[in-house]
């Protein structure tokens, strides 16, 4: 089970920090990632991290701003958002699954959590 929380409603250039707790399954080979989706438009990979290793990615958009880190002692995986963006706006997913690699593809994930909104306005 993955459960999101953290989400809200922020003017530019604001902090969130999402997290998502993990449970249910061993974490072992794991990819943890995290993914949004805007209305109307293809849920996107935002970043994902390896759990044996902790190495991350992400995707050029958010890269500079979003932070992806993990908390093996308490299963905990969570995404710094700074400097936000309107375009940032989506309902944001944490996703898991055995994958053993960097991927942001969301096909390959198996496990979601429920989502969090964020809202970027002014």
């Known amino acids: 089970q993955l459960v999101e929380s953290g989400g809200g409603l922020v003017q530019p250039g604001e902090s969130l920090r999402l997290s998502c707790a993990v449970s249910g399954f061993s974490l072992n080979y794991y990819v943890i990632a995290w993914f949004r989706q805007a209305p109307g438009k293809e849920r996107e990979g935002v970043s994902c991290i390896l759990w044996w290793g902790g190495t991350t990615n992400y995707a050029d958009s958010v890269k500079g701003r979003f932070t992806i880190s993990r908390d093996t002692a308490n299963n905990m995986v969570y995404l710094q958002m700074n400097d936000l963006k309107p375009e940032d706006t989506a309902v944001y997913y944490c996703?898991?699954?055995?994958?053993?690699?960097?991927?942001?593809?969301?096909?390959?994930?198996?496990?979601w959590g429920q989502g969090t909104q964020v809202t970027v306005s002014s």
């Open positions: 996703a898991a699954d055995q994958i053993r690699m960097h991927t942001l593809n969301p096909r390959l994930y198996g496990h």
